[in-house]
């Protein structure tokens, strides 16, 4: 009785500290990959001191343990540590899970299964890669790394990398799916991908099926697109005038971009592009955009416009500048001015023209000027120019220039006396030295001592032509000649912009 009662007791005891032990064991399942030969499914598990694993396979809900099924059994040694599941399909989501008698299962992986489809903006040579998480990975998934090749390649070509959630555990979403595009592939190329999952240990890896995908026929046509004009209006805010090709359809969007580099105005390194408006494609061909966040007076401006094509690599513009007109008088009467403008090609052979501007009308002043003038223009202002003178420089395309505006003194001056007879031309009539009066509120009246008028004029003298008579009195009233002797005159005008009234009155001598 004893003796029955002791051997159980060893028994217990032996069992229970078996038991122990292969609780104390854990089968890990490191690896459920894709052989990139045969493109069948490989198990890879650590190895433990136990004779076999049992695996387990899940095909359809596999968010629970209690659906995994068993499917093999493996003995093992130190040189056996994976399986390769002949009956699976490597275009299905596999979960397995592995265990022996006394440790349950281990936590699932799956397969991963890269799906090629068409580009959801449709482009023919661009295409969708989609695939599901690979889960419980060790030491955690870190990324999962892209790969492609052509029919022409012998290897496969990293592409990219993204980052990955890891998720661990039964309770996953199998519907999850992660999602890269690839634009602007080859045309009518045949293209092979798969996925490498990594984690952040680097010292584990899945590898995905291989997905194929076959390009179409994309446009892949580049685009001209032309700055045409980069012209300011109004001092106010610059328009950008440009035009593309005329085919159908090159590309959706039309962006503008503006340097923001805050370079000094002779330096054209560094550019620092930022979008700053788009234009939707139109079927003329032609965009007008307008940037009033501008100072054109004083800066010059570098403009590109982008090409955006969903199908297709973008194309860019020629890079332009505005014309930048700057100057201020030097003498008396002397204006000198100076103009800048730069582009991308270069701009050598643009010729311009300089223009007065006088009530909003250009009078030309003088052309055959390039962009890379270095000397000041010296230009002297007209007679009827106003106190206040604005210029103008146009090119050859018709693009403007900011409206420099250059001050003058108002000035009127009348001699004491003068002789008709006198050898000096200048000295032959009486008339007032005066400059910027408006021809229309001009009015110049010459009277005798008794107060009878003797000469009227309502234009102004025209300043340096001494034989024109407009303006000029003669020392004649009613073709005869007006003794000699004290006269008076009374003056009245507007200068030429129009803001200022200017009246007076004096006496001269006529001289015999």
């Given at each position: 009785?004893?003796l029955k009662r002791?051997?159980l007791?060893?028994f217990?005891?032996?069992s229970f500290?078996?038991?122990?032990n292969?609780?104390?064991k854990?089968?890990?399942?490191?690896?459920?990959?894709?052989?990139?030969?045969?493109?069948?499914?490989?198990?890879?598990?650590k190895f433990?001191?136990i004779?076999?694993?049992?695996?387990?396979?899940?095909?359809n809900?596999c968010?629970?343990?209690?659906y995994?099924y068993?499917v093999a059994?493996v003995?093992?040694?130190?040189?056996?540590l994976e399986?390769?599941d002949?009956?699976?399909?490597?275009?299905?989501?596999?979960?397995y899970?592995i265990g022996?008698?006394?440790s349950?299962?281990s936590?699932?992986?799956?397969?991963m299964?890269l799906?090629?489809n068409v580009?959801?903006d449709g482009?023919?040579n661009?295409v969708?890669?989609s695939w599901?998480?690979?889960?419980?990975?060790i030491?955690s998934?870190d990324?999962?790394?892209i790969?492609y090749?052509?029919?022409?390649?012998s290897?496969f070509i990293?592409?990219?990398?993204?980052?990955?959630?890891?998720?661990?555990?039964y309770?996953f979403a199998?519907?999850?799916k992660?999602q890269?595009?690839?634009?602007?592939?080859?045309?009518?190329?045949k293209y092979?991908?798969f996925?490498?999952?990594?984690n952040k240990?680097?010292t584990?890896?899945s590898?995905s099926n291989?997905?194929?995908?076959?390009?179409d026929?994309?446009?892949?046509?580049p685009?001209l697109i032309?700055?045409?004009?980069?012209?300011v209006?109004?001092n106010?805010?610059i328009?950008i005038d440009?035009n593309?090709?005329t085919?159908?359809?090159p590309?959706?969007k039309?962006?503008l971009y503006r340097?923001e580099?805050?370079k000094?105005?002779?330096s054209?390194?560094?550019?620092?592009f930022?979008?700053?408006d788009?234009l939707?494609y139109?079927?003329?061909n032609?965009y007008?955009f307008?940037?009033?966040?501008v100072?054109?007076?004083?800066?010059l401006?570098?403009?590109?416009?982008?090409?955006?094509n969903?199908?297709?690599?973008?194309?860019?513009s020629n890079?332009?500048?505005?014309i930048?007109?700057?100057g201020?008088?030097?003498e008396k009467?002397?204006?000198s001015?100076?103009?800048?403008?730069?582009?991308?090609?270069?701009?050598e052979?643009?010729s311009?023209?300089?223009?007065?501007?006088?009530?909003h009308?250009?009078?030309?002043i003088?052309?055959?000027?390039?962009r890379?003038?270095?000397t000041?223009?010296?230009?002297?202002?007209?007679?009827?120019?106003g106190?206040?003178?604005k210029?103008q420089?146009?090119s050859?395309q018709g693009?403007?220039s900011?409206?420099?505006?250059?001050?003058h003194d108002?000035?009127?001056?009348?001699?004491?006396?003068?002789?008709p007879?006198?050898?000096n031309?200048?000295?032959q009539t009486?008339?007032?030295?005066?400059?910027?009066?408006?021809?229309?509120?001009?009015?110049?009246?010459i009277?005798?001592?008794?107060?009878?008028?003797l000469?009227r004029?309502?234009?102004p003298?025209?300043?340096g032509?001494?034989?024109?008579?407009q303006g000029?009195?003669n020392?004649?009233f009613?073709?005869?000649d007006c003794?000699?002797?004290?006269y008076?005159?009374?003056?009245?005008?507007?200068y030429?912009?129009g803001?200022k009234?200017y009246?007076n009155?004096?006496?001269?001598m006529l001289?015999?």
């Open positions: 009785m004893c002791s051997f007791i060893l217990i005891s032996l500290h078996f038991l122990m292969a609780q104390q854990e089968l890990v399942l490191k690896e459920v990959s894709v052989m990139e030969s045969s493109q069948q499914i490989k198990l890879t598990w433990e001191d004779d076999s694993v049992t695996i387990y396979k899940c095909v809900q968010n629970d343990g209690n995994y068993r059994k003995k093992m040694d130190s040189s056996n399986w390769i002949r009956d699976a399909q490597s275009t299905a989501i596999h979960y899970s022996w008698t006394y349950g299962k936590d699932p992986l799956c397969n299964v799906n090629t580009s959801e482009c023919h661009s969708l890669l599901n998480p690979y889960i419980n990975m030491d998934l990324c999962y790394k790969f090749r052509t029919n022409t390649d290897s990293f592409l990219d990398s993204i980052h990955g959630e890891h998720y661990s555990g309770f199998p519907s999850l992660l890269y595009p690839i634009r602007f592939l080859e045309n009518n190329t092979e991908f996925i490498q999952a990594v240990t680097k584990n890896s590898f291989i997905a194929k995908f076959e390009t026929f994309e446009n892949t046509k685009v032309e700055i045409l004009c980069v012209s209006i109004e106010a805010y328009q440009i593309t090709d085919f159908i359809n590309f959706q039309l962006y340097d580099s805050a000094p105005v002779d054209k390194d560094f550019l620092l930022n979008k700053i788009s939707d139109n079927i003329e032609k007008f307008k940037d009033e966040n100072t054109p007076n004083s800066k401006y570098y403009y590109l416009a982008v090409a955006n969903q199908c297709k690599s973008n194309d860019s890079i332009q500048t505005n930048l007109l700057y201020d008088r030097t009467y002397l204006d001015i100076q103009f800048k403008q730069d582009g991308f090609p270069e701009m052979h643009d311009y023209e300089l223009f007065r501007v006088v009530n009308i250009g009078f030309f003088t052309d055959g000027l390039h890379n003038t270095t000041f223009i010296d230009v002297t202002p007209f007679i009827d120019d106190d206040v003178v210029y420089i146009k050859e693009c403007y900011n409206s420099l505006i250059v001050a108002p000035i009127i001056e009348f001699p004491n006396a003068f002789y007879q006198s050898n031309v200048e000295n009486f008339y007032p030295i005066i400059r910027f009066p408006s021809d229309s509120h001009y009015l110049f009246i009277y005798n001592q008794w107060g009878q008028e000469f004029s309502t234009l003298p025209v300043y032509d001494y034989l024109n008579m000029r009195w020392g004649k009613q073709g005869k003794p000699p002797g004290m008076a005159f009374n003056i009245s005008y507007r030429n912009d803001t009234k009246s009155s004096g006496t001269f001289m015999r």
